[in-house]
């Protein structure tokens, strides 16, 4: 329908302004270089966008730390680069104030909260890994392991390069279902500012084929988060839209709905 | 220096292990463990003991270090862990989600291999 791709359009062009300083314990030189500004798209993921910011910072840091991996932090916590830039948004930032400052570094890489990312393979790795996944809840993994490598390959250059029509040419064969039916478990994961995230499994539909909410998701997974906030793409979700409607719409390009839980400060 | 141990670590403990612990279950250890079954695919060796209860809250890349010391692999050596013989879970996730969605049958099956199985 006209208006659900409309929808889908406005998820893929979420954008965040970001400012990126570098650590003060990685300068060199006298006084900090500038930082740098830029908007990042939502879907994406830090380490396909952060070329240049590196490259940038690389003249004011001493050689010795040029082949280190840069990694990012926002206000004291170091941000998982396997996650969507949106998630990490929502969950550390949420738009209190804009640009979302962050601080790059060069050293002291924190080994227990971050896994390695040496290079952009590793990122298509799990993103795939994270498609193939999600599959595997949605249709048992049918529909992905029928596909053919080129449109694997078409699925994650679509989303590389910001190309709408090329993604979603390859990705709505992955959304598919039998309307009356759905999928068989909604992907979705449900992430915390400090605590590992929680993932289980839920049907689209009750036995009697009622549709199951964002509400009940939450009444069964966080029984005991009334009044904090529920954040999705940016946006508090009415709790009594349908899942499956959610998982089609709001899901990442990993087809995973993830879903920002944020508790009420004090 | 993890060399010379030829046990597992003390927090994994085996069936029978399992079966004595749960005599005491006023100890801490409030949340039951999970069954995992580990399965060698391709040329990875096979471990002589495959089935092992692992705390729910344990990462699977904490699950990858233990096989490599159980293979007296090196830190650097490539360990690739599979779900459903089709996706490699991130090394972050929890023992617990896993099984919570993969696990059939009161255990959750991981394969492991040295090099990339199911892309």
């Known amino acids: 329908m006209a208006e659900d791709r409309e929808i889908l359009r406005e998820v893929w062009d979420g954008r965040v302004p970001v400012c990126i300083q570098l650590a003060s314990e990685d300068h060199n030189t006298l006084s900090a270089p500038d930082p740098y500004y830029l908007m990042v798209p939502r879907l994406s993921y ?36 396997h996650y969507p830039v949106g998630v990490l948004f929502d969950l550390h930032c949420g738009g209190s104030s804009l640009p979302w400052a962050l601080t790059a570094h060069f050293s002291h ?60 040419a390859i990705n709505c064969k992955l959304m598919e279902c039998l309307p009356e039916e759905g999928f068989k478990f ?21 036995d009697d084929g009622r549709k199951v909410t964002l509400e009940e998701l939450l009444q ?10 529920v954040v999705i793409q940016g946006i508090e979700v009415p709790r009594d839209t349908p899942l499956q409607w959610m998982s089609e719409h709001l899901s990442h390009p990993d087809n995973f709905l993830h879903i920002c839980h944020i508790p009420t400060q004090g | 220096m993890e060399e010379e141990k030829s046990s597992p670590p003390s927090d994994l403990t085996s069936e029978s292990s399992l079966e004595h612990t749960d005599h005491d279950s006023n100890k801490a250890t ?90």
Request: proline share 6%.
């Open chain 1, 220 to 229: 069964e997974f966080l029984p005991r988060g009334e009044g904090d906030r």
């Open chain 1, 186 to 206: 909604i992907p979705f994961r449900i992430h915390f500012p400090c605590q590992p995230s929680l993932q289980r499994l839920i049907k689209p539909q009750t």
């Open chain 1, 109 to 168: 890489f924190p080994e227990h909260d971050l896994i390695r990312c040496p290079s952009r393979e590793v990122v298509e790795s799990h993103f795939m890994s994270s498609v193939k996944e999600a599959d595997g809840l949605k249709h048992r993994g049918q529909i992905i392991t029928n596909m053919q490598s080129k449109d694997h390959k078409q699925l994650w250059m679509g989303l590389c390069n910001d190309k709408f029509d090329q993604f979603w």
């Open chain 1, 46 to 81: 830090f380490p396909l966008l952060m070329d240049k910011v590196r490259k940038h910072f690389l003249r004011f840091i001493s050689p010795d730390l040029h082949e280190e991996e840069m990694w990012l932090e926002s206000d004291g916590m170091p941000l998982k680069w």
């Open chain 2, 30 to 119: 409030p949340l039951k463990k999970i069954d995992v079954l580990l399965k060698a695919t391709g040329d990875a060796p096979i471990m002589r003991k495959k089935k092992w209860a692992v705390e729910g809250d344990k990462r699977v890349g904490w699950v990858a270090d233990f096989i490599r010391k159980y293979l007296k692999l090196n830190s650097s050596d490539n360990l690739f862990l599979y779900v459903n013989q089709s996706f490699a879970p991130a090394p972050d996730q929890l023992v617990r989600n896993l099984y919570q969605c993969f696990g059939s049958d009161g255990k959750l099956v991981l394969h492991y291999c040295r090099t990339q199985a199911w892309g």
